[in-house]
């Protein structure tokens, strides 16, 4: 059984990253840079959390 489970660190990683896209996206690119920054600070975050 497999107990890894990175719920914790993807939430907390996607909004990390959601934050990361904001600050350095500029004008229009902030409606892909916050969602490319959530999903990517998402796998970091669950890969951190031991997933």
């Known amino acids: 059984m ?3 489970d990175c719920k ?3 939430v907390i990683g996607g ?6 896209g ?3 996206s500029r ?3 902030r409606w892909v840079g916050v969602p490319v920054g959530a ?5 970091v975050g669950c890969q ?3 997933g």
Do not use: E
């Not at 909004?15 to 990361?20: E, K, M, R, S, Y």
């Open 15 to 20: 909004l990390l990253g959601a934050g990361v």
């Open 48 to 50: 951190v959390d031991g």
């Open 27 to 29: 004008d229009q690119g």
């Open 2 to 4: 497999d107990n890894n």
């Open 39 to 43: 999903a990517a600070g998402a796998l």
């Open 22 to 24: 904001a600050a350095l």
């Open 8 to 10: 914790q660190g993807s």
